[in-house]
């Protein structure tokens, strides 16, 4: 709440200079580190929280948007295919489950119309079937199928899979020289998939930085590698 909100709602005149002057004597009792820490951590749940597909009501966050109640994070796509992105990925759900039923674990990403498919199946003719479903989609450009032949991964082995999603995440944050907004970080069975719009500089340094990370077996990078000039002209966009 800002000084003047405090003012507004003050009884009198000199009870709004009592808080201002609290306001303005009050120690501060943060170190720079502690800051430093949870300002990471913040970008570190704001990056997480872009696996929700929705938010009630309106949130207005810095270098993002709402629409439609949806957050969209500022990255290299366009505002329309960020929605556009997000369709695809409820499509795919859906028609995954009209395929499988209740066999298997699937998850679906979207990044730039590049569709990436992990999880488990019983047999190649249902991680077959699931591609066939995917590509008839609207507005695909491909299917990457990373499902792997047999069972279900158990919830304990998910949740590893959470964190390490989310050490990753903080380790491009800490490195400071690629932009941890730019990259989708998908972890399955220890597998970190890393997707966006990179240079083959940033593509090299973030898979770099992902298999130092403890528990991480293997990076496959599903990125689409940008020319620098290519980058720049996003960068203005």
């Known amino acids: 709440m800002t000084d003047s909100v405090f003012r507004s709602q003050a009884r009198s005149s000199e009870a709004a200079g009592a808080i201002a002057a609290a306001t303005a004597t ?30 009630s009501g309106c949130v207005l966050l810095a270098g993002g948007a709402v629409v439609g109640g949806t957050l969209m994070y500022t990255d290299r796509r366009t505002s329309g295919t960020q929605v556009e992105d997000e369709v695809i990925e409820r499509k795919a759900s859906s028609r995954a489950a ?10 679906v990403t979207s990044y730039n119309r590049l569709l990436l498919v992990t999880g488990e199946v019983p047999a190649d003719a249902d991680k077959d079937a699931v591609t066939a479903a995917l590509k ?32 990753v995440k903080a380790s491009f944050i800490d490195a400071k020289d690629i932009q941890a907004q730019a990259i989708k970080v998908v972890t399955e069975h220890q597998v970190v998939y890393l997707m966006g ?20 077996k293997k990076v496959v990078r599903v990125f689409q590698v940008l020319t620098d000039d290519e980058l720049a002209k996003i960068q203005t966009r």
């Open 98 to 107: 009209d395929v499988l039923g209740d066999k298997g674990h699937i998850n």
């Open 197 to 216: 719009l990179v240079t083959e500089r940033e593509a090299k340094r973030s898979a770099d930085i992902a298999a130092g990370v403890s528990g991480v």
């Open 136 to 167: 008839s989609i609207d507005n695909v450009a491909s299917v990457d199928n990373e499902l792997e032949i047999g069972f279900t991964t158990s919830i304990t082995s998910r949740s590893q899979d959470t964190l390490i999603t989310s050490k």
């Open 26 to 55: 009050a120690p501060v009792d943060i170190t720079a580190a502690r800051g430093r820490r949870l300002r990471r951590l913040a970008l570190v749940a704001a990056l997480g929280a872009s696996a929700l597909s929705s938010l």
